[in-house]
């Protein structure tokens, strides 16, 4: 799938108008400027995207690139969240912090999850076939939260390889 790539047409606070974005999506996520903004579509006229930015768009100048991404604007869920506290597009608070000071910046790329954390996964046993929502293990975050480790939507079939038992980060297979 080609993304769209156009250029700034107009910029009005947080709303941001881009020309050439043909074959975009509503709901889409987008790269806006230079320093790759995040924003997401609110509207399309023809080859136009209404997008809104979520971060601050000062300094931003006509025909600079705005960057398609084909995804929709999502929150990352998984262990590490519980005790974390986000800004609007989910980086945390505390990193941040750490990384800029005291006044948050743009165009600073964090994970909503902790990378480098290991955490206990208790694999489902005796499963052959799968489908969408069924449960394959679980990770517990605490001695209240238990996060199920689910097939995803639109994906069926034979159970091949799942995961022992053990010490994993989000991104381990």
Known sequence: ????????????GPLVIAEGMKGSMVYEVVEVGEERLIGEIIGLE???AIIQVYEDTTGLTLG??????????VAELGPGLVGS???????????LWHRVGDFVTRGV??????????????????????????VLGHVEETPLVRHLIMVPPG?????????EEGDYTVEEE
């Not at 600079?64 to 604007?73: A, D, H, K, S």
């Not at 994906?155 to 995961?163: E, F, I, P, Q, T």
Request: hydrophobic share 35%.
């Open 64 to 73: 600079e690139p705005v960057r398609g991404t084909g995804n929709p604007l």
């Open 46 to 48: 023809g080859e136009k």
């Open 1 to 12: 799938m080609v993304m769209a790539e156009g250029r700034i047409w107009r910029i009005s």
């Open 155 to 163: 994906v069926s079939g034979r159970l091949v390889r799942l995961a």
């Open 109 to 134: 790329k964090l994970n909503a999850l902790p990378r480098d954390r290991k955490w206990h996964f208790v694999p489902r046993e005796g499963l052959d076939r799968v489908g969408p929502g069924d």
């Open 85 to 95: 506290i986000f800004d609007g597009i989910q980086r945390p608070l505390s990193e």
